[in-house]
């Protein structure tokens, strides 16, 4: 029997789909791209939106029952907010009374005295009798389910706005310095001699230099802002591909069917764009699987030192860097920025990582 022929990209897609981490990570990048483009639109706040009567509250809220049909939440500060049962916060309780001496606060809610006694640690939360409150469950926080920032900013609605940010960083500036790298390393090992010899020494000599520094030098001359922060990145980050394209074409430059295009006639620019870097696709599929989440994490480095998206905008790297003052009290800030970032560039990293039998699936 004669066996069914498979070209290069259906033996290449066979091998993809065998591989069980490469399919996760597509799907991941699926769900983050659907989440990114319609999560706002489902969500009631915008991501700009404060409300200082709800800051810094958690996604998980500790209540405690006074009386039937009346809870309360009691904050690390010491902060009281009314809420029903199944975890619905309702409104911030007002000024207590304060005992600086005894060091007691005393709010009233629903009529009752609630005390709160932080003579000693742990604190304690008595009623007016004397007796103390013990958390009676631990629920959702459903306005909040990501919980809430230093200034009443819901997280959840930021983090999925953050993933915007971030994939259309990553994303266009991989579009950028694939382009020039691939242009830039098809021409070198095409054009071959003296030519070759010093576009190489110039990559050579950028390459010398550490890239987050010029990133950053480049990033105080223009300033920040999410256009600068993508073309800057994909700026300067085609130095890797540019020498494996050229590697690629110094190979395949003597073949016999680029031998037949030049004495068919063709052009050098024929040649390269349809003839060299098609048959060079296979590694430009890996590098752009590894420079996306790379431009992510270099946005995500840049936010966090202040140098990346600037308020009121939120990228995942600048959530983390808000997060990072009141990370002992409130941990939850940095968990969900650093999560998505995590699964973001393990995802990609699984894609580029296909292996079978330790081939790379569409080589």
């Not at 009691?74 to 029903?84: E, I, N, R, W």
Request: proline share 4%.
């Amino acid at each position: 029997m004669k066996g069914q022929s498979l070209t290069h990209w259906q033996d290449g897609w066979i091998r993809f789909k065998g591989n069980r981490l490469s399919i996760l990570g597509v799907c991941i990048i699926i769900f983050l791209v659907l989440v990114a483009i319609f999560g706002p639109y489902l969500s009631p706040y915008d991501y700009s939106d404060q409300s200082l009567e709800f800051k810094s509250l958690p996604p998980r809220l500790k209540i405690r029952k006074l009386k039937d049909g009346t809870y309360f939440y009691m904050d690390p500060v010491l902060t009281a907010f009314t809420v029903t049962e199944d975890g619905v916060l309702l409104e911030k309780i007002g000024k207590p009374e304060e005992n600086l001496i005894g060091k007691r606060k005393i709010y009233t809610i629903d009529g009752e005295k609630v005390i709160v006694d932080y003579n000693k640690k742990p604190y304690k939360i008595l009623n007016s009798k004397g007796e103390e409150l013990e958390v009676y469950k631990n629920v959702r926080n459903k306005l909040h389910p990501f919980g809430t920032d230093d200034i009443g900013r819901d997280l959840c609605v930021r983090v999925i706005y953050g993933a915007r940010i971030s994939l259309i960083v990553g994303m266009v500036s991989t579009m950028v310095n694939l382009t020039i790298g691939v242009l830039y390393g098809a021409i070198s090992g095409y054009a071959g001699g003296k030519t070759d010899i010093i576009m190489m020494r110039i990559r050579e000599i950028l390459s010398s230099i550490p890239r987050l520094l010029y990133v950053i030098i480049l990033m105080l001359i223009f300033g920040s802002g999410l256009k600068t922060v993508t073309i800057v990145i994909g700026l300067t980050a085609w130095l890797g591909i540019a020498k494996m394209v050229r590697g690629q074409i110094l190979s395949l430059k003597e073949s016999e069917y680029v031998l037949a295009a030049k004495t068919a006639g063709a052009s050098s620019w024929r040649i390269i764009t349809k003839h060299l870097i098609p048959n060079t696709m296979g590694i430009i599929i890996i590098q752009v699987a590894s420079s996306i989440p790379g431009a992510i994490f270099t946005e995500a480095s840049l936010s966090f030192v202040g140098l990346g998206i600037s308020a009121p905008q939120a990228s995942w790297g600048t959530l983390s860097n808000e997060a990072l003052p009141s990370l002992m009290t409130h941990p939850y800030k940095l968990f969900y920025p650093a999560l998505a970032i995590c699964l973001t560039v393990l995802a990609f990293n699984f894609i580029g990582k296909c292996r079978k039998h330790n081939q790379w699936c569409f080589i």
